[in-house]
């Protein structure tokens, strides 16, 4: 069973304090993902990333940044908090298909971050 | 990126069978439509997947015409617990910068 795990549940972080969401998958995927989802605003992509070291922007990077060093782990990173990054993250992975075809994406349990 | 169209809600009552149709006018030759689904406070999860005509798992029945313009998405006899988000996306492989939107909301009804 592909298995992707997030480091928190719930998190409450204050104004203005850095950040770090982690994510870890199990089944040697090279694609990560970085969602968040707000009621009414469905699940929007924020980075992704397909290879160590690399990522891409997805449709709302504004105020994160994101690390990939192992293939295992994509970490998403709020580098000052603010109050309208509380959300619902989800991570996500998922192998890469070289060709046609798409692999479907296996999400985690999600990290409730507030940002106080 | 091909975008997708579909119903914010939908109901139905224990039983019954529920459709529901996601069109995605520019889909490209490559693409691929997938459904996931959402249970709340919990991630999606991959339902079915279809290139064309039609496709049947365990769970759902996928029906794609042959100009691949929409897809309608089979839940027979629906039960309290498929109460949950359907989202529908296109997208081939490579990067898989996908977008998943609003998606469906699917209340079954005792």
């Known amino acids: 069973d592909v298995k992707v795990t997030q480091s928190s549940r719930y998190l409450v972080k204050r104004t203005g304090e850095k950040v770090f969401l982690e994510c870890v998958q199990d089944?040697?995927?090279?694609?990560m993902f970085w969602y968040r989802q707000d009621p009414g605003l469905g699940l929007r992509l924020i980075y992704f990333?397909?290879?160590?070291?690399?990522?891409e922007k997805g449709d709302i990077p504004e105020g994160y940044s994101v690390s990939r060093e192992k293939k295992e782990r994509f970490s998403l990173i709020l580098e000052s908090a603010s109050t309208n990054q509380t959300s619902m993250y989800l991570c996500a992975s998922s192998l890469f298909a070289s060709g046609i075809g798409a692999y479907e994406q296996y999400f985690g349990p999600g990290t409730r971050l507030t940002v106080t | 990126l091909a975008k997708t169209t579909q119903p914010i809600s939908m109901d139905s009552y224990e039983g019954q069978e529920v459709n529901i149709t996601c069109s995605h006018n520019n889909i490209a030759t490559n693409d691929y439509i997938t459904w996931y689904q959402q249970f709340p406070s919990q991630g999606p999860r991959f339902i079915i997947q279809g290139y064309k005509t039609k496709v049947t798992n365990e769970v759902a029945s996928l029906f794609i015409p042959a100009d691949r313009k929409s897809s309608t998405l089979s839940l027979p006899r629906v039960s309290l617990s498929d109460t949950a988000v359907y989202y529908c996306l296109v997208y081939s492989g490579g990067y898989q910068k996908v977008t998943f939107g609003i998606g469906t909301k699917l209340q079954v009804i005792p």
């Open positions: 990333s397909y290879d160590v070291k690399m990522k």
């Open positions: 089944m040697d995927h090279e694609n």
